[in-house]
């Protein structure tokens, strides 16, 4: 009878396994920023093109924006019309985004999670990206470099020395960082805190 029972449940776990979709791209990466989780969100979702830019993006594209509110989207323009890169799935104030979307993978979905984490020397950021679908091999190999590039070289520069690597080298772009930027100088105080 054990034996039996046995079987059946490696049968299950075979067919469980089967049907289970591995993801094509699985990346984890933990990144200790120096600034407060505060300032790393704003960052990351007031001044998406100060880090993100080439290649990440595509050849045409111009600029970035990203609504980081709750069903918003992250597009990336071009001069004569753009595309969406993912919509905000997961948002908590300061510490937490979700963002799902085609991620330039053409025929796939590709979920971005950054989560923040305050400790002693500023913010500990998990970052994870995972995308499903038909994925080339080459491009999916391609993607584990290219999120430590974005996240634990650019983003991780423009918290620290304000050092700008995406596509909005010149400046944000963000209405929000834009206006708020545009207060800060009539206050007399230069660029906004972050």
Not at 49 to 66: F, I, K, T
Request: hydrophobic letters at 45%; a negative charge; charged letters at 25%.
């Amino acid at each position: 009878m054990s034996a039996g029972f046995a079987s059946s449940l490696l049968r299950l776990q075979d067919r469980v396994e089967a049907e289970v979709e591995k993801p094509a791209i699985d990346v984890a990466l933990d990144v200790t920023i120096a600034g407060a989780p505060s300032r790393v969100f704003a960052a990351l979702t007031e001044d998406i093109g100060g880090w993100w830019g080439y290649p990440a993006v595509d050849s045409r594209a111009l600029s970035l924006e990203l609504d980081a509110s709750l069903g918003g989207n992250f597009v990336e323009h071009w001069d004569d019309g753009g595309q969406l890169i993912a919509t905000v799935t997961g948002r908590s104030a300061d510490n937490h985004l979700t963002m799902t979307g085609p991620f330039h993978l053409g025929l796939a979905v590709g979920l971005a999670a950054f989560d923040l984490e305050e400790i002693a020397d500023g913010t500990l950021l998990h970052f994870t990206f995972r995308a499903f679908g038909d994925i080339d091999p080459a491009k999916a190999e391609g993607f584990g470099s290219g999120w430590n590039e974005l996240v634990a070289t650019r983003l991780k520069a423009l918290v620290e020395t304000g050092t700008r690597m995406g596509i909005d080298s010149d400046g944000p772009t963000n209405v929000h960082a834009i206006e708020e930027a545009t207060r800060a100088s009539r206050r007399g105080g230069g660029a906004p805190d972050r």
